[in-house]
């Protein structure tokens, strides 16, 4: 079974740029969460989808951050303007019953 | 769920037992989980335990919890060199909703 695809791995920007992260979860899976991981912390939720319906964004930075899953299944998440503080790994999981996550590889990115 | 603590640090030599520790504050968490996560990669669960358990045995890794005092605590058996990495605490509730420690850097000597 193919695990939680994620891309770029790797993105640097500078600030005031906008950026996209890409998310494939598990085939299946209804629940699909996204977090921010900054050095040295454990993820923080930033949206969690249930099938393409919004579950909880109360930690998504709404001013700039924005989040969709279309169709259920693939999701994006984008930046716009960017921050130096956006600096983190965004990491993706998805969930067969919304309890065991699954994670990705994550994204990590830089902002100059 | 609002507060997952964990210590920072924890070095072990190879061939002991390491045990990491993790208080939680949702008295209403569903799931308590163990997750690894190695240099540059995602998170790989572990290991889990439900609320109403006491204990969970899994190959090496044992999960013990204490529900009265939010006391979870994850113990490998034999650590090895491939165990270091950093471990991470978690509490699930609700609608799958977690919340996560800042994590356990183990260092595992030779």
């Known amino acids: 079974e193919a695990g939680v695809a994620q891309s770029p791995r790797y993105k640097i920007i500078e600030k005031r740029q906008s950026v996209a992260f890409w998310c494939n979860p598990i085939?299946?899976?209804?629940?699909l969460y996204w977090y921010q991981q900054i050095l040295g912390q454990g993820p923080k939720l930033l949206i969690q989808?249930?099938?393409?319906?919004?579950?909880?964004d109360s930690q998504l930075p709404k001013d700039r951050f924005s989040a969709e899953r279309l169709k259920g299944v693939d999701s994006t998440l984008k930046i716009q303007p960017a921050k130096l503080e956006d600096s983190a790994v965004y990491l993706c999981?998805?969930?067969?019953?919304?309890?065991?996550?699954?994670f990705g590889p994550g994204t990590r990115l830089t902002v100059t | 769920g609002e507060d997952v603590e964990q210590s920072l640090f924890l070095s072990v030599r190879e061939g002991d037992s390491s045990v990491i520790n993790c208080t939680y504050t949702d008295s209403s968490s569903t799931y308590l989980y163990w997750y690894k996560q190695e240099p540059g990669a995602g998170l790989q669960l572990l290991t889990y335990i439900f609320s109403n358990m006491d204990m969970k045995q899994d190959q090496r890794l044992t999960v013990l919890l204490n529900k009265k005092d939010k006391h979870l605590s994850l113990r490998i058996a034999d650590t090895q060199t491939g165990d270091s990495a950093i471990y991470f605490c978690a509490e699930t509730w609700g609608a799958g909703k977690s919340t996560f420690g800042d994590g356990t850097t183990l260092t595992v000597k030779p």
């Open positions: 999981a998805s969930s067969l019953q919304g309890y065991e996550q699954y």
């Open positions: 989808f249930q099938n393409n319906g919004v579950v909880d």
């Open positions: 085939s299946g899976h209804a629940t």
